[in-house]
């Protein structure tokens, strides 16, 4: 995909990955870029500084998001590039309360099942379209300190890989972003303080991510991941499943300390 003359939605685009996305794809020539947040006096900020247009948007809602792709395709005629981009993390393992294991379902992998629910007819019916779904590298690996984030982002990777099999002859196309740690709000109040001081030595800012996903999406990749190092360590899991439990418990351990 060219970005130039694109129709392009971003949710979580008030700050972080988001924002950085919303701003490259408008330095892209995106025909328009559309800022969807649940922070509506952030999403109109961005939207002001790029010329956009901004949707206050919670994405846990589905009639959020129909509302959502019905405004843009109503300025616009089209959405060429849905990016899927909000996410939560909570602290926790199995006794996470039930509530908060439902909002994380609801941010990190019932928003991506609802975008494609509602922009997916349109784009097949075109006979063409994109589909962007931020999960992270806890989706191809796990995420030390929180379960539901680990989960929640597994369920992400295997929906956007289901889509991309599925509707790829009808002229849909589908990325998946798995970042490890991005210097945003999520990684500086990362709720287990170890890993997120881990994360933080290799961290990219959140500019270099979207960098990277101009790239992807050019080439129709389907898994995007900023910090290569990922292939090596998701290649290692296949090949070797014990061995890198037992480095994931090492690991683990050694961040307990920190």
Known sequence: MQLADQVVVVTGAARGIG?????????????????????AEGATTVANEIGGVAVP?????ESDIIRLVQHAERMFGRIDLFCS??????????????????????????????????????????????????????GLLTQIGSAPYSVTK???????????????DQGIRVSVLCPQGVRTNMLATAPHPGIGALLR???LEPNQVAEAVVKALAEERFLILPHPEVANYFERKATDYERWLRGMRRLQAASSSL
């Open 154 to 168: 597994h369920a992400a990777v295997a929906f956007a890989e289901w889509l991309a099999i599925a509707h790829y």
């Open 57 to 61: 948007t919670n994405v846990a809602k």
């Open 85 to 138: 981009n909000a996410g939560i993390i909570v602290q926790g393992g199995a006794e996470v309360p039930d509530h908060d294991w439902q909002r994380t379902w609801e941010v990190n992998v019932g928003a991506h099942i609802y975008a494609a629910r509602a922009v997916l007819p349109g784009m097949i019916a075109r006979g063409g379209g994109y589909l962007l779904q931020t999960a992270s590298a806890a």
């Open 201 to 203: 030595e290799t961290a």
């Open 19 to 39: 924002r950085a996305l919303a701003e490259r794809f408008a330095e892209e020539g995106a025909r328009a870029v559309v800022i969807a947040d649940l922070d």
